[in-house]
């Protein structure tokens, strides 16, 4: 029987322990039965020659499928970068196991180590901005528009979690998820997508192209080099 897709609470609820940054983490790839979801709504945007950067990519399974999926496409290079550096390994560990071999992974801590530059067709970005500081999630939108993506009209940036709208809670389950990240750390929680997300990506030359509601009240954000 299929797994059921994962709410941000039940997410969160399951760490794993072994990691370096306990309280940015939830269970073993958060998304890992949202994965398959992920695949299908992400793949159709991997095109011949695209340079792709996954940020935050926990253990590394979204990257693995996401590149098994696509492997028939021409000239694809994926790179993926995580704070932890023995989630960086097991990044490493899961491509092996999965048989994907063009993924390089690197640590990089987005909160403050600025040196990352690339020229990227598609960045993606699961589950990360309600588990860092805000002045995080505006410093990687500074590096999104300054350095990362490249500055073609139709690059793109895919943000997928849970998010609030219009200033208010989508779901009792968004809104219990909230509790437990500020309980752990009262600088993290759901961004508004309204008031937060979509003047940040604007005012770094990104608009929001299009918002996919998928399972379990997550939204999956495109945005558009403009
Ligand atoms: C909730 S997990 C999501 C992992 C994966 N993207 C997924 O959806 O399964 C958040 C991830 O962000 C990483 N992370 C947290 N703060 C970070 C930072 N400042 N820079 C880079 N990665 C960070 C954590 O180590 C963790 O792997």
Redesign the pocket.
Known sequence: MAASPTTPAEALSSSSSG?K?PD???IA????RNVPILVSELSPLVRPGCHILE?????G??TASLAKECSSVQDVSWEA????EE?VRKIGEQCAAMGVENVEARA????DQYEERGDFDLVII???LH??PYA?VERLFEKLGSSLVKKEKGAKVCIYGAFNEEGRFTSEGNEKFDGILKARNPAYGLRDLESQIVPLAKANGLDLGEVRRLAAGNLLLIFERR
């Open positions: 990691i940054y940015r983490q939830s790839g958060s998304a890992s940020i935050a990519a926990g253990h399974l979204l970068r995580e704070a932890d989630l990089w801590d987005v909160h699961a589950n990360l588990i860092v995080t």
